[in-house]
């Protein structure tokens, strides 16, 4: 089925996907590239050098200028607004055109701002009226002026049972497990111990702290190749995300007896650090630039063409 145009609309370009729909007063640029199955609402303004993805919906008053790029089934709000300079000034065009990506499934609330040059990352939630100033993670759930993370949309948060559960909890999901560490409480205080040779499943080479974090701000958000690591807080709560490319859980760490294994290949983050947390992390590897995966989308074609050939 062709576009549907309405005759008050000003198309004027020719690369429009099959059944998209766009209502009355808006203005396509000739360049434009806009997918299948799309409603884009009325009073909408789409530049020239904008691609967007299939079975998008774009609500009216939204402006997408040169450089915005909008994956599949993205869903942006009505008056969502993205930047395109961030220093402007009357009838001056920004030097170079800054790269704005939308991934795919993401959604945009209303009344957003969006600063230019910034990645949305997939399945991520902008709550109406935030301003995001900064990178989103996939799936990370934003509001607020600046936006900050405050929580993720897939994923049950799961506490820790209490000191005294005999049982190590489990991870529903492969590329994570839990590790019981031992533990000595009396009337002078606790002691942690760690035997590196029997209660870690891995050799370590490497131990490092993480602390003195904003409780906004987000740690990690990466996958390793090779290096295994085991999280232990050591002190207050820290929220940690996994995600093995097909499912995702989340769990908050605040025991000093319990470590998270996360494997290989497998994405993590951390985030909601209360002021006192202190994070220890022990590690297979010594620290390797080469070993990290920092891109979620490059990591998702990794582990599920890695899957498909097994």
């Given at each position: ?8 609309a ?12 766009i ?49 599949d ?14 220093f ?6 920004p ?32 709550a ?5 100033t ?7 759930i ?32 492969q590329g ?11 009337l ?19 131990m ?34 996994a ?7 989340e769990w ?21 650090y209360?002021?006192?947390a ?12 080469s ?12 582990v ?6 097994v």
């Amino acid at each position: 089925m062709p576009p549907i145009i309405h005759h008050l609309a000003d198309v004027q370009s020719s690369q429009i996907g099959e059944s998209t729909r766009i209502w009355q007063f808006c203005v396509v640029l000739p360049n434009a590239k806009i997918g299948a199955h799309c409603n884009i609402c009325s009073h909408v303004f789409i530049e020239n050098d904008v691609v967007v993805g299939d079975r998008v919906t774009i609500k009216c008053g939204v402006q997408l200028w040169d450089g915005i790029r909008i994956y599949d089934e993205v869903f942006i709000g009505p008056n969502v607004t993205f930047t395109n300079d961030p220093f402007p000034r009357s009838q001056q065009r920004p030097e170079a055109v800054s790269i704005t990506t939308v991934h795919h499934g993401a959604s945009i609330g209303a009344n957003a701002t969006l600063l230019p040059g910034i990645t949305i990352g997939r399945g991520a939630l902008i709550a109406a009226g935030a301003v995001v100033t900064r990178d989103v993670p996939a799936y990370a759930i934003v509001k607020g002026n600046p936006a900050r993370i405050s929580g993720y949309t897939q994923g049950q948060l799961a506490p820790l049972p209490p000191t005294q559960v005999a049982e190590v909890p489990s991870a529903h999901m492969q590329g994570v497990d839990f590790v019981r560490l031992t533990k000595a409480s009396d009337l002078r205080g606790e002691l942690l111990a760690v035997e590196l040779a029997k209660q870690i499943p891995f050799t370590v080479l490497r131990m490092f702290y993480v602390m003195n974090v904003p409780s906004h701000h987000v740690r990690g958000e990466h996958s390793h190749k090779l290096c295994h690591q085991l999280l232990v807080c050591l002190q207050g709560s820290v929220t940690v995300t996994a995600d093995n490319g097909f499912e995702r859980e989340e769990w908050v760490l605040d025991h000093p007896d319990v470590g998270l294994h996360i494997l290989p290949m497998t994405w993590a983050g951390q985030y909601r650090y209360t002021g006192n947390a202190v994070l220890a992390v022990f590690a297979s590897h010594c620290y390797d630039p080469s070993d990290y995966i920092r891109d979620y989308e490059e990591y998702l074609k990794i582990v599920r063409n890695e899957t498909k050939n097994v």
